[in-house]
């Protein structure tokens, strides 16, 4: 039910226009401050771009041959306005690491690190939010207080440490997980990418033994990865409920005889939910974004690694093409999260 | 009987330990079955963990680094190449014979008869021809091997010719020392591509350059299947290759970055072979009888280069004295254990004329003696650009310790690799530690580099390590240019040794180790070939 009075049809699609605007300029002026920086930061780094493609061993003939060809000798201004009318038709370059253009490499990247990131947020809200739940419920209790080591654990232990433990332990003591890579290396390049991501492109190919090990193989990275969002989820969860179970309706809807599982989980965690959710979507943001130690840890090729590599390489086309899925997956998912909002909170609407 | 599930009984028998114990017992049972035998590789597949993030390009006519002449010695073939137990010995690759004139300006190869590339094509002269025009022409950076011998874009249609459809001619501008010129041709750049291959996939008159970038056109054992840069690299067993089938259907280069990685990989048998481990890790391998450690001499040396725009390193008697303070032998037993061996020319062992003498060694006293004489008794304070990897990190810090006792304060200024690089390049460093590996087996390729300047200008057209350390010396360059027109092999080699031993008393470049490539692998791999250089590392004869 709203309060407020029905506005004239055209009033209120000009006002959604308006709005649509508004977001609209808002995106261009956000990629647009995003390429300025990163462009100027790519042109300051004490690293030759050219060296990335001749090597240390080509004559001055040849590395100016090169330096003509990636448009070097150009003007400053000059160079980022060619790069800008190159984005706008589409073409993000070639990366001069791999020899493809940028925008294939990319979407070669991003399904392994979308994989880990996908498994690693559902593993982290379905622990973490239900521990930090218990935890706030009992409050100054043993089981809060080992909850709270697992939380702090996951806020201060390096993951590249924890992440070659894991394999120390799981993989080369007991054998029951696999190794580094995606797959076994022996399965690789089996199977041709369709998608992209691998869980779906050998079920699509029939190999079976390929996805349960690729199934395998996800197991240890999106669990050390999921366990780090858990900690971080419970210990949000734990303090947004904190303070709504010292909330007045709280205590009224107990003294009403309400039932005390439906208190928690319908009243507070009702009231979590809208923080909740900024948190779940900032931590699946930077999940996204690819973790370049548990990447490297991993021999795991995805987005952290490759923008690594290529910022390390002043592979400027890679680095700028990174940058912009990198804002378009937060915008995207600030946006996303926004409109979840207005689900769970009527006033938002 | 019929079993009725009870809750109630199932609740009190949980309860008791008993069950309890069972319970836990059968999950972890289960944890074990879920996960059936490891599977080991399969019996013929080569699989091995490679640092492979250099490979910028498959295209022979741009390869020049370690990982990518490695891959290219395997999937392409070339006229000739040299025996990696004795590289003074050339023998037949494409070519079946090749002839010099006696003037030493004309070289005339036999092609081979019979030999198809993977693609089905027949090679011929017109392939020779075109792979050494190509080089040439696209003017890549491996371009200068060739193009030393007077080649360039407007005479390569008169100087590599094709005279029948299995004879190639080719006239050099000089009458070199002919081993310089043949062992040119044994080097990545001497490959030989599929001309029809590649000229189908020209674009814009690039000489089919940006598809062979990341495409095969070759004859060699192995065929390319796929690479995926930092990634893999994928071969497979070539049916059409001409000589001995290679004994192994496929062969995986997967990049893993981290020694640790490598090995565990290893330890389990998810890997054969793993290519860049640590003496750390090394050494822990060596009482696992599962696994054996194949080793060889590398060309790649280990240097200083102490820039002489730098005031105190261009005193003669500082360079000296540094050269008396650096901790060879400490560090070629510690951190370098089997990954290097004390070597102080700057050619390589194994090269003709390679200097073996070690005239240095850590002496403090004799270089306060010499820092004494130039009044520098308090010592000075230095920079060194290092990049942060292994070994060179480690041999900074022994560096930094040693230098201390004589007063020198050396600060190290850590960097990316490219970035150290960057900076040496345009002679802003004081000291740069680097390493240096020779392109091809002959000794011109470091003398090159280390013992000739022709221009010792800002704007130099030719910038070797000698100008980027502003070493300036007229005299040593007419000396390397000498050496390499001389055609008796040992007056040739004679003139390296005396070269050496000057450089290595006055030069700028403190020369410390020389590589060894070090190969962790499975027990049952057999015959994996390791030359004295990456692009003599076969496969075609490994087993397992």
């Not at chain 1, 590395?63 to 009318?85: C, T």
């Not at chain 1, 969860?237 to 309706?249: A, P, V």
């Not at chain 2, 065929?223 to 089938?245: F, M």
Request: contains cysteine; hydrophobic residues 45%.
């Amino acid at each position: 039910m709203s309060f407020r009075p029905e506005l004239p049809t055209r009033t209120r699609l000009i006002k959604t226009l308006k709005q649509t605007v508004r977001i609209l300029v808002m995106l261009a002026t956000t990629f647009l401050g995003l390429l300025v920086i990163t462009f100027l930061i790519g042109r300051v780094v004490p690293i030759d771009p050219v060296l990335a493609v001749v090597g240390d061993k080509a004559s001055p003939q040849v590395y100016e041959n090169a330096r003509i060809a990636m448009g070097l000798n150009l003007p400053l201004w000059k160079q980022f306005l060619i790069y800008i009318g190159n984005v706008v038709t589409g073409d993000f370059g070639t990366s001069v690491l791999t020899a493809n253009p940028v925008i294939d490499d990319i979407l070669r990247v991003f399904p392994a690190t979308f994989e880990l990131a996908v498994t690693a947020t559902v593993i982290g809200i379905v622990l973490g939010i239900p521990l930090g739940i218990l935890s706030a419920v009992k409050q100054g209790s043993f089981w809060d207080h080992v909850i709270r080591v697992i939380g702090l654990f996951g806020h201060s232990l390096p993951i590249f440490w924890l992440g070659l433990m894991g394999l120390m332990f799981f993989y080369v003591r007991l054998d029951l997980l696999p190794g580094p890579g995606r797959v076994d290396i022996f399965y690789e390049g089996i199977v041709t990418p369709v998608t992209g991501f691998l869980m779906i492109d050998s079920i699509v190919a029939g190999e079976w033994e390929i996805f349960r090990n690729a199934v395998y193989h996800l197991i240890l990275p999106a669990s050390l990865l999921g366990y780090y969002s858990m900690a971080y989820l419970l210990r949000m969860t734990r303090s947004f409920m904190i303070e709504q179970l010292g909330q007045e309706y709280i205590l009224t809807a107990r003294v009403k005889g309400v039932k005390e599982w439906k208190v928690i989980w319908g009243h507070a965690l009702g009231n979590c939910a809208i923080p909740l959710i900024t948190v779940i979507a900032l931590s699946f943001g930077t999940l996204l974004e690819g973790s370049v130690l548990t990447e490297t840890v991993f021999a795991w090729p995805g987005l952290g690694l490759y923008l690594t590599n290529s910022l390390l390489n002043a592979d400027m086309n890679a680095v700028l093409g990174c940058t912009i899925v990198v804002g378009a997956i937060f915008l995207g998912v600030n946006l996303f999260s926004d409109f979840l909002y207005k689900v769970v909170d009527p006033r938002a609407r | 009987m019929r079993f009725r599930f009870d809750p109630l009984i199932f609740k009190q028998a949980l309860k008791e330990k008993r069950v309890k114990k069972l319970f836990l017992f059968v999950f972890v049972l289960s944890l074990f079955v879920i996960q059936t035998a490891q599977a080991s590789t399969p019996k013929d597949t080569l699989v091995m963990a490679f640092n492979i993030d250099e490979i910028i390009s498959l295209d022979p006519a741009e390869i020049l680094e370690f990982a990518s002449a490695e891959c290219a010695a395997n999937a392409y073939d070339r006229m000739i190449n040299y025996n990696v137990d004795n590289v003074s010995e050339i023998y037949p690759g494409i070519a079946e014979s090749w002839e010099t004139s006696d003037d030493g300006l004309t070289y005339t190869f036999k092609i081979r008869n019979g030999v198809t590339f993977a693609s089905g094509n027949r090679l011929s002269a017109d392939d020779v021809v075109f792979s050494l025009r190509r080089v040439v022409l696209l003017d890549k950076s491996p371009a200068f091997i060739l193009t030393q011998f007077g080649f360039t874009p407007e005479n390569v249609n008169k100087t590599i010719t094709k005279v029948d459809d299995y004879t190639v001619k080719i006239i050099v501008d000089k009458a070199y020392a002919p081993s310089f010129f043949l062992y040119c041709l044994t080097s990545t750049a001497g490959s030989v591509v599929d001309k029809k291959e590649v000229m189908a996939h020209e674009k814009d008159g690039d000489l089919g350059y940006g598809w062979l970038k990341t495409g095969y056109a070759g004859s060699g054992p192995y065929k390319l299947r796929t690479w995926k840069a930092s990634e893999i690299i994928i071969l497979d067993a070539n049916k059409n290759y001409w000589g001995d089938a290679p004994k192994l259907k496929r062969v995986i280069i997967r990049h893993i970055v981290g020694s640790a990685s490598q090995r565990m990989l290893l330890e389990k048998g998810d890997i054969d072979m793993a290519r860049n481990l640590t003496a750390d890790d090394l050494k822990s391998l060596e009482s696992n009888k599962d696994i054996k450690i194949q080793k060889r001499a590398k060309g790649r040396i280990y240097y200083l280069g102490l820039n002489q725009k730098n005031k105190y390193l261009k005193i003669p008697e500082v360079r000296q004295a540094l050269k008396y303070l650096i901790d060879y032998k400490g560090m070629e037993q510690a951190f370098l254990r089997g990954k290097a061996t004390l070597h102080q020319a700057f050619l390589p062992t194994g090269f003709l004329g390679a200097l073996e003498e070690t005239p240095f060694s850590l002496d403090i006293e004799k270089a306060k003696t010499l820092l004494k004489k130039v009044g520098l008794e308090n010592g000075f304070s230095v920079a060194m650009d290092t990049r942060s990897a292994e070994p060179v990190n480690s041999m900074a810090l022994s560096i930094q310790s040693t230098f201390a006792k004589a007063g020198i304060k050396l600060e190290i200024i850590p960097g990316d690799g490219k970035q150290t690089l960057t900076k040496y390049r345009a002679r802003r460093h004081d000291i740069y530690i680097g390493d240096w590996g020779p392109d091809y087996m002959d000794p011109h390729t470091n003398a090159d580099t280390f013992a000739r300047n022709p221009d010792n200008s800002d704007d130099a057209k030719f910038k070797p390590l000698a100008w980027r350390n502003a070493w300036n010396i007229p005299e040593m360059t007419r000396k390397a240019d000498a050496a390499v027109l001389e055609r008796d092999t040992a007056k040739r080699a004679q003139m390296y040794l005396d070269l050496q031993r000057e450089h290595q008393m006055v030069s700028p470049f403190i020369v410390m180790f020389q590589d060894i490539e070090v190969v962790a692998e499975r027990a049952n791999v057999k015959n994996f070939i390791l030359g004295p250089s990456f692009d003599s590392n076969f496969y075609k004869y490994t087993t397992k």
